[in-house]
């Protein structure tokens, strides 16, 4: 019986997919701008695939592989002989690997099981969500039928996204890093509805400072919220959530820059580095608990975050032209709480979002950090720009 299911599962359906002729041109045009330090070869494997050979392959691709004869000697097989039947969901995808605007891709990364989920009953909790990502995401759980309570230290903001999403939303005025406020939350919550099925940690600042513009206090500030603040919220709820005996989702909002470094960032860094480890680790010991936990990662989303962040010494006085950056190429807070309700529908671990910002730098740095260095190194210019 098992047999015949796992042959079923395993048979690959080989379809063509016909590739635009867009598509593919701006592959190439993309392969040709990428711009590769030369200051910054490696010159050996230790460290990864070095820079030099990276470079020459990407020469190639962009100008001397011949992509459509390839092509043409795959779709000689006759496996191939059909085109995919979802050709168009397909070519969609492609776009978004390849480059697509962040609206294109909000479109695209809400999953089919995610736009028809069904939250009725269920019970979420949402730290940060007087503002930004916290309240597009409040905004969407409430959408789909989920009783949201709405934390944020900022009172009137938590109370005027919880009466706009109704629902039975509940605002509290709580500071994530004080352990004490976030206690009483869960009690709160707890006491009036006895579970919770959805916890958001979400609550977090920017700061942005070279390192010897920065304070002691910075560096408390930006790890009591950003890292500790998460922490708390796990410590007051994870425990509950496992008496409850129901599957529950934890989501720690992290961030691009908890997936790869960005120089001028270092608490920040630190800070989102931490809860990406806190949040795989305590997936690989929920998650046969019955609770998942996942690490959100957005990338430049277009919130107040810069704007009301704390920048020290030559960044202070470019604080205006990154927050012009941030509203003109920053996405939809809302493609990141799409990215919440499809992590909730479906297992996910990390979820980068967008994808067009995340996922190149971070497989990168998979591959070599020290590849990663340069990159690190010119995003903060390249924000200030505006
Ligand atoms: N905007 C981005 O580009 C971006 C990118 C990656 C990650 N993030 C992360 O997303 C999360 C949300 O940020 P956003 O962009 O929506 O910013 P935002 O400023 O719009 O929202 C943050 C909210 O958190 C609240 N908050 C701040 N300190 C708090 C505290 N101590 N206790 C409780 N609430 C507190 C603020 O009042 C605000 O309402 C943060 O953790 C941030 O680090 C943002």
Request: glycine content about 8%; aromatic content about 6%; overall charge negative.
């Amino acid at each position: 019986m098992w047999q015949s299911q796992w042959r079923e599962r395993a048979t690959l359906m080989p379809f063509r997919i016909d590739v635009c002729d867009d598509v593919l041109e701006d592959l190439r045009s993309r392969l040709r701008r990428t711009r590769w330090p030369e200051a910054e070869c490696v010159d050996d494997w230790s460290q990864g695939m070095p820079l030099a050979y990276t470079r020459d392959l990407a020469g190639y691709w962009a100008d001397e592989y011949d992509w459509r004869s390839s092509e043409a000697a795959l779709f000689a097989c006759a496996e191939l002989s059909k085109t995919c039947p979802d050709s168009s969901r397909l070519q969609a995808r492609l776009r978004v690997s390849v480059g697509v605007t962040p609206h294109e891709s909000t479109c695209l990364e809400g999953s089919t099981m995610a736009k028809n989920i069904n939250l009725t009953g269920k019970i979420a909790v949402v730290t940060g969500a007087g503002s930004g990502i916290g309240a597009a995401t409040a905004r969407l759980l409430a959408r789909h039928g989920a009783k949201v309570h709405v934390a944020d230290i900022n009172a009137d903001a938590a109370a005027a996204v919880a009466g706009e999403i109704g629902g039975g939303a509940v605002d509290h005025a709580i500071d994530v890093s004080h352990p004490e406020e976030v206690e009483a939350l869960a009690k709160a919550v707890f006491d009036q509805d006895g579970r919770v099925d959805i916890l958001h940690n979400n609550a977090g600042i920017g700061h942005g400072a070279d390192i010897d513009a920065t304070t002691v206090e910075d560096w408390q500030r930006v790890i009591g919220v950003n890292l500790l603040g998460v922490a708390y919220g796990v410590q007051a709820f994870v425990p509950r959530m496992l008496e409850q005996g129901h599957p529950a989702t934890v989501i720690n909002t992290a961030s691009e820059a908890g997936l790869h470094p960005i120089a001028r960032m270092a608490p920040y860094c630190a800070s989102k580095f931490g809860v990406v480890g806190m949040s795989e680790a305590l997936n690989a010991e929920l998650r046969p608990r019955g609770i998942r936990v996942v690490a959100l990662c957005p990338g430049i989303i277009n919130t107040p975050i810069v704007r009301e962040g704390t920048m020290r010494g030559d960044l202070s006085t470019e604080q205006a032209k990154i927050a012009a950056f941030y509203d003109k190429h920053g996405a939809s807070p809302d493609t990141v709480a799409a990215a919440v309700l499809d992590a909730i529908a479906r297992p996910r671990l990390i979820v980068a979002t967008p994808r067009t910002h995340v996922l190149a730098p971070y497989v990168l740095h998979r591959i070599s950090p020290r590849l990663v260095q340069p990159l690190a190194r010119v995003l903060p210019k390249v924000m200030t720009r505006g």
